[in-house]
């Protein structure tokens, strides 16, 4: 367990450090969002593709680790709709449910890769890059069309939600390092240099934008709604992941990185999200506030479980 939370400390540090700078040092916006798209769109992919490029992926269970994150999402969404009718007599509306929609489903990819690196290097890195293989499209439709049908007085085609995907660079950088990495395809020098300077940058900068994303205004009232988005995050995602993981056959550093990534708390991206789209952003706010910080308890009790 010590090595468990050693490997977290510094990953919540960051955030925390991230959420003080926003509020003192960096304080415009507008500075944020240029370094989150500079991770987004240059950083993380380097990363990603350099994990997966140097990967041994014969050590990896790519059909176990991305079955079981697969099926886990796709019974939490189908849990969520389930619960659907049942909230709406409990006095959830249509924005609020996609709230909790999302804060049951997405996951924080810059805490995830930070903590699979502290724990397993190399190898943790290309297990969670499988994993987002296996996640980010199904969540991006997920999200857009709940929140098209629930929330958004606009509605947004299939091939709306295809585009979004298909413009998202953190999936081709795991499909092109994945491809790279199987025709074993020989790279200069000078590429490995430059991309692995780059990555070396993008989970201190990612985890700092995290922290500047939190939102702790109003989380005095949070309520039964935003507590159903925590407990389906952090305590049933993990639970179902781990036991199809298992069910799969998933062992060892490979088992252990399903459940962080299981385990994260949902993405600050989902707030925007959601505000883009007519979700009920300030009780997302919450959920993902209170995830952040709850997450520093439930994400080494998961992870000890599996290791």
Aim: contains cysteine.
């Amino acid at each position: 367990m010590s090595a468990v939370v050693a490997a977290l400390a510094p990953v919540f540090l960051l955030i925390v450090i991230g959420f003080g700078l926003r509020r003192s040092l960096i304080r415009l916006e507008a500075h944020w969002h240029g370094l989150e798209r500079l991770t987004y769109y240059v950083l993380f992919p380097a990363l990603l593709l350099q994990s997966l490029i140097k990967a041994d992926l014969s050590t990896v269970p790519v059909a176990g680790v991305g079955g079981a994150l697969f099926l886990a999402m796709l019974a939490m969404s189908a849990l969520c709709l389930t619960l659907r009718p049942l909230l709406a007599r409990a006095g959830v509306d249509g924005p609020a449910f996609t709230s909790i929609f999302q804060g049951a489903t997405r996951w924080q990819t810059y805490v995830a890769l930070g903590v699979a690196r502290s724990l397993f290097g190399p190898t943790g890195l290309a297990v969670a890059s499988v994993a987002m293989i296996a996640i980010i499209p199904m969540v991006n439709v997920f999200s857009v069309a709940v929140l098209a049908h629930y929330a958004s007085p606009v509605r947004r085609s299939l091939s709306q939600i295809l585009a979004t995907i298909l413009r998202n660079p953190l999936i081709w950088a795991c499909v092109v390092g994945l491809a790279l990495n199987v025709a074993q395809v020989p790279l200069p020098k000078l590429w490995h240099d430059a991309a692995d300077a780059l990555g070396q940058a993008s989970l201190p900068i990612g985890l700092l934008v995290t922290g500047a994303g939190l939102h702790f205004e109003g989380l005095r009232r949070a309520g039964p709604a935003a507590a159903l988005g925590v407990v389906l995050k952090l305590v049933l995602m993990p639970i179902l992941a781990i036991g199809l993981a298992g069910w799969f056959g998933v062992t060892g550093p490979s088992l252990v990185v399903v459940a962080i990534c299981a385990a994260v708390p949902t993405s600050p991206s989902a707030y925007v999200l959601a505000k883009q789209m007519g979700g009920d952003a300030p009780l997302l706010a919450q959920i993902i506030s209170l995830q952040t910080v709850l997450a520093a308890i439930t994400m080494p009790l998961a992870i000890a479980w599996t290791s």
